[in-house]
């Protein structure tokens, strides 16, 4: 260990009346992070924990200090952080957004992203399941209510189109595509991750080639009517 109060770190340096040693009314561990280079150059992050040590008078007589070498917890870090990142621009890029479910608390929370599909401010939010199933269309909430029992009973992707409330009081078709990916000991449901998107284009698109396709349906039907028609006067 080092001893002497001139290896303290300040914040553990308490000055004594005597000048030699110092006295520590509290003693308490410091923690801290250190990044520096070894002998080959490479640079390592070191967690190193102090903790000053006392006599039987309370005098200080030693600090000791351990260190551990978390360089490659510090990399997987920042890796998992830049994969979300990742993960995050490519869904904003795409038009979606993930959702998480604690089925234990029964809360949901979105992503920022979730809340831009429905003309909120982007900010991630949480709220009770049945806050969430009262801001689906109400022709639309029984198959959500069927499509959420059948997940509970199975680990594959679950996929649903539906209608959402959004901020103008209009009706967006949303997707929503998710999966169980906790369970307790006894098989019960704990967790469910998806990503919701908005389809309402496509759903619009999709309705207006169905009624271009029953126009024409109807023209058809006139026009042989009145081939039918002419051929009988003929």
Known sequence: GQRGPERL????????????TDGVAAPRCSQREVWAHGADGVARCIHWSDTPLLNDRGELVEFQGVGRDITGLKRANEQALESEQRLRLALEVAGQGWFEIDLVTGLSTESPNCAR??????QERSFPLDTWMQGIHPDDRAA????TQQMASSDALSREEYR????DGSW??????GQVVKRANDGAPLRVVGIHMDVTARRNDEERLR???AELARHRANLEQLVVERTIEL
């Open 211 to 213: 009624e271009t396709a």
């Open 117 to 122: 599909l429905l003309g909120y401010a982007p």
């Open 172 to 177: 967006r078709w949303m997707m929503s595509v």
């Open 144 to 147: 959500m209510v069927a499509v």
């Open 164 to 167: 959402r409330r959004a901020s």
């Open 9 to 20: 770190p300040p914040e553990l340096q308490v000055p004594s009346a005597d000048g030699l």
